[in-house]
C-alpha cells in the first residue's frame, strides 16, 4: 500500500524497524554512496584514535549554544538553508577561494534560515574545523552534512557545534537508523533525515524521523531531477518537516517546490560557483516573496 501524507503523524511513535535483506539493499552497492562509506568507516578509526568518545560527550554535554533547527526551516514562508562546500564528487572543485566563515556572515546577512556545513574531507573536501569556524562568527543552527552512520559521528557533530545532522536512509539499516535518530535528540541535535525513493521515506518515517530531506540526486547516477521533490511530497505525512534538496537553481524552482508544499530547500552548488555567495541568496530571494527571511 503506497505510503500517502494521512498516515500517521510527524513526530509520531516509532515503529519496531522491520529487518531489511541484503536482498532488498540496506545499502547501495557498487555506487559512488558505497565509495564514500568505505572511505568514511576509515576516517572513523582515524578519528576514534585520535579522540576518545568520552572526550567528545564532555565536550557535547558542556555546550550551551544549541539553537532550534527544526523552528528555523519552518513555519510561514519558505526557508533557505544556505549550504557551504568547496567540491562535490559531481562537479570537482566548486571553489578555490574558500573561505567559511565569510560566506557563512554572507548568507545570513542575505537572509538565510540555516547553513549547512559539508565536513566529509576526501570526496568535497569539508573539515570539522569548517563547521567550527561557521559557529564562531554566526547565530544561525547549523546542519552538519556528512555521512553519518555510527554513534561516534553523532557526539562528534555535538562536540563540534552542530544543531542538526544529516542521516541518509541508503546509507543506513532500520536499527542504525533509528537509533541515530534517538541519540541526536537524546544529544539536542535534530536530525535532517534524506531520503531518495517512496521505500526511503517510508523508512524513514517508521523510524521516527520529523524532518525529512527529499534528494533530487540519483545516488547512483549522480543526475539531478528535481521532480523527485514533487513525486514524493504528497507521500511525506503531515507533521513532518519537508526540506527539497539538490538542483534547486531559479526563483520558479522557488515557488513550485513553495506550492508543493516544501518548508525549506537546501542549495549550495547554485551559490558555490558564483564570485559573491551571499550576493547570489540575497539576488534570489528578492525574486521570491514566498521565502521568509528570519529577523535579524
Same mark, same amino acid.
Request: glycine letters at 6%; charged letters at 30%; aromatic letters at 4%.
Given at each position: 500500500?503506497?505510503?500517502?501524507?494521512?498516515?500517521?503523524?510527524?513526530?509520531?511513535?516509532?515503529?519496531?524497524?522491520?529487518?531489511?535483506?541484503?536482498?532488498?539493499?540496506?545499502?547501495?552497492?557498487?555506487?559512488?554512496?558505497?565509495?564514500?562509506?568505505? *572511505?568514511?568507516?576509515?576516517?572513523?578509526?582515524?578519528?576514534?584514535?585520535?579522540?576518545?568518545?568520552?572526550?567528545?560527550?564532555?565536550?557535547?554535554?558542556?555546550?550551551?549554544?544549541?539553537?532550534?533547527?527544526?523552528?528555523?526551516?519552518?513555519?510561514?514562508?519558505?526557508?533557505?538553508?544556505?549550504?557551504?562546500?568547496?567540491?562535490? +564528487?559531481?562537479?570537482?572543485?566548486?571553489?578555490?577561494?574558500?573561505?567559511?566563515?565569510?560566506?557563512?556572515?554572507?548568507?545570513?546577512?542575505? %537572509?538565510?534560515?540555516?547553513?549547512?556545513?559539508?565536513?566529509?574531507?576526501?570526496?568535497?573536501?569539508?573539515?570539522?574545523?569548517?563547521?567550527?569556524?561557521?559557529?564562531?562568527?554566526?547565530?544561525?543552527?547549523?546542519?552538519?552534512?556528512?555521512?553519518?552512520?555510527?554513534?561516534?559521528?553523532?557526539?562528534?557533530?555535538?562536540?563540534? %557545534?552542530?544543531?542538526?545532522?544529516?542521516?541518509?536512509?541508503?546509507?543506513?539499516?532500520?536499527?542504525?537508523?533509528?537509533?541515530?535518530?534517538?541519540?541526536?535528540?537524546?544529544?539536542?541535535?535534530?536530525?535532517?533525515?534524506?531520503?531518495?525513493?517512496?521505500?526511503?521515506?517510508?523508512?524513514?518515517?517508521?523510524?521516527?524521523?520529523?524532518?525529512?530531506?527529499?534528494?533530487?540526486?540519483?545516488?547512483?547516477?549522480?543526475?539531478?531531477?528535481?521532480?523527485?521533490?514533487?513525486?514524493?511530497? +504528497?507521500?511525506?505525512?503531515?507533521?513532518?518537516?519537508?526540506?527539497?534538496?539538490?538542483?534547486?537553481?531559479?526563483?520558479?524552482?522557488?515557488?513550485?517546490?513553495?506550492?508543493?508544499?516544501?518548508?525549506?530547500?537546501?542549495?549550495?552548488?547554485?551559490?558555490?560557483?558564483?564570485?559573491?555567495? %551571499?550576493?547570489?541568496?540575497?539576488?534570489?530571494?528578492?525574486?521570491? +516573496?514566498? *521565502?521568509?527571511?528570519?529577523?535579524?
Amino acid at each position: 500500500m503506497p505510503l500517502s501524507r494521512s498516515r500517521g503523524r510527524c513526530p509520531g511513535g516509532r515503529a519496531e524497524p522491520s529487518p531489511t535483506s541484503p536482498a532488498e539493499g540496506n545499502r547501495l552497492a557498487a555506487t559512488v554512496l558505497e565509495e564514500i562509506l568505505q *572511505v568514511r568507516r576509515r576516517r572513523l578509526e582515524e578519528a576514534r584514535a585520535r579522540v576518545p568518545l568520552r572526550e567528545l560527550e564532555r565536550a557535547a554535554q558542556a555546550r550551551a549554544d544549541y539553537s532550534d533547527f527544526p523552528a528555523a526551516i519552518s513555519g510561514k514562508g519558505l526557508r533557505v538553508i544556505a549550504e557551504l562546500k568547496q567540491a562535490s +564528487p559531481s562537479q570537482g572543485v566548486l571553489r578555490k577561494d574558500y573561505q567559511p566563515a565569510a560566506i557563512a556572515r554572507g548568507y545570513e546577512s542575505a %537572509g538565510a534560515a540555516a547553513l549547512s556545513v559539508l565536513t566529509e574531507e576526501d570526496f568535497f573536501k569539508g573539515s570539522l574545523d569548517h563547521l567550527r569556524e561557521v559557529r564562531k562568527v554566526s547565530a544561525l543552527p547549523v546542519l552538519r552534512k556528512d555521512f553519518i552512520f555510527d554513534a561516534y559521528q553523532v557526539h562528534e557533530s555535538a562536540a563540534a %557545534g552542530a544543531d542538526a545532522v544529516l542521516l541518509i536512509v541508503a546509507a543506513l539499516a532500520d536499527n542504525e537508523l533509528q537509533g541515530l535518530i534517538k541519540l541526536a535528540e537524546e544529544l539536542k541535535l535534530a536530525a535532517l533525515v534524506e531520503v531518495h525513493t517512496e521505500e526511503e521515506l517510508r523508512r524513514a518515517v517508521d523510524a521516527g524521523a520529523s524532518v525529512i530531506g527529499v534528494n533530487n540526486r540519483n545516488l547512483k547516477t549522480l543526475a539531478v531531477d528535481l521532480e523527485t521533490s514533487f513525486r514524493l511530497r +504528497p507521500l511525506i505525512p503531515a507533521g513532518c518537516i519537508a526540506v527539497s534538496e539538490s538542483g534547486i537553481k531559479t526563483a520558479a524552482d522557488l515557488r513550485r517546490l513553495r506550492r508543493a508544499g516544501y518548508d525549506a530547500v537546501l542549495i549550495g552548488e547554485r551559490f558555490m560557483t558564483q564570485h559573491d555567495p %551571499g550576493a547570489a541568496l540575497f539576488e534570489l530571494l528578492d525574486l521570491v +516573496p514566498e *521565502v521568509a527571511r528570519p529577523r535579524r
